[in-house]
């Protein structure tokens, strides 16, 4: 994990937005999250593209409670959870619990989540190409997660069993078992198989029925979390990017939309020409 104390990060990035205000934004996205990073790492491939993405969180560096694998559910309730309640349960006699942790950090959930890296089963996906969205079913949803995915094998005397078909080898976030699964995993397979259950080979080719051992988003040379925005993740360069066409704001919370002067084009959509947010230091920012 890249040590880098908070406040000559947020001065590097201060800078590098003054240049890069100089430039034109195409693309604004707004949240740093897992699916905010991927996108703007892909649109930044182009180096014709420029990207900036407004995070409402820090950057989370140097916070254990986001790398420390033993420290899962300690960043709950603290400043890098935005700290949602849930709404009324009826069946929970109307309570709101709270917090339903979500990561308000750069990574988003990613950084405080429960550190399980697993896809869904293929019936699920499938059913959205049957609902009428043509192309999105497992087969083809799989071959952009294994894009982004760095498996790390397990050992020949790690016990588990994998297809490594299933996964990818080339992308940015690490995932494994976590370096060597705790004994007492495997006592529990064979308790649930000797009880009649199914044991999977590999849960990530699409088949969840029964049980095994699921990969984490773990790096397993030193077993710490791997984020989407950690030095091994999708921003691995951040906050000294070596794309300058993709720019970070942090501590930057977005509370409007902007439309352009005729909210409505010919096609009837509504189109929005930019943000106002407000940043660090709480001015009111546009861009």
């Keep these: 994990m890249l040590s880098l104390s908070p406040s000559f ?10 240049r890069f205000a100089a430039a034109a934004t195409d693309y604004l996205i707004v949240g740093g999250g897992t699916a905010g990073l991927v996108l703007a790492e892909r649109l930044t491939e182009d180096p ?11 950057d989370g560096l140097g916070n254990v409670n986001i790398s420390d694998i033993s420290r899962v559910g300690a960043a709950w309730g603290t400043d890098i959870d935005w700290q949602f309640p849930t709404e009324p349960l009826t069946y929970a006699n109307n309570r709101q619990l709270t917090p339903s942790p979500r990561g308000k950090v750069l990574g988003g959930s990613s950084a405080i989540n429960g550190d399980v890296y697993e896809r869904g089963d293929a019936i699920e996906y499938d059913q959205w190409e049957t609902l009428g969205n043509t192309g999105w079913n497992f087969n083809s949803l799989i071959t952009a997660a294994k894009k982004g995915e760095q498996f790390y094998a397990p050992g020949a005397n790690d016990n ?13 976030l690490p995932t494994s078992y976590g370096g060597v699964a705790p004994d007492f995993h495997d006592t529990v397979i064979e308790g649930v198989v000797n009880a009649g259950g199914i044991k999977s080979m590999d849960q990530a080719g699409g088949n969840v029925t029964g049980i095994a051992h699921v990969t984490n988003a773990r790096l397993p040379s030193n077993n710490t979390r791997s984020t989407s925005a950690s030095a091994t993740g999708y921003c691995k360069d951040f906050p000294f990017s070596q794309r300058p066409n ?9 509370t409007k939309l902007l439309w352009t002067s005729s909210s409505r084009v010919s096609s009837g959509q509504a189109v929005a020409s930019g943000v106002e947010y407000v940043d660090a230091n709480g001015a009111t920012q546009t861009a």
């Design 246 to 254: 993709l720019q970070v704001t942090l501590h930057s919370t977005v």
């Design 48 to 58: 014709n593209v420029n990207v900036l993405v407004i995070e409402a969180g820090g």
């Design 160 to 172: 588990i069993d994998y297809v490594l078909g299933y996964h990818g080898t080339t992308g940015h």
């Design 9 to 18: 990060a947020r001065l590097v990035v201060v800078a590098a937005l003054a």
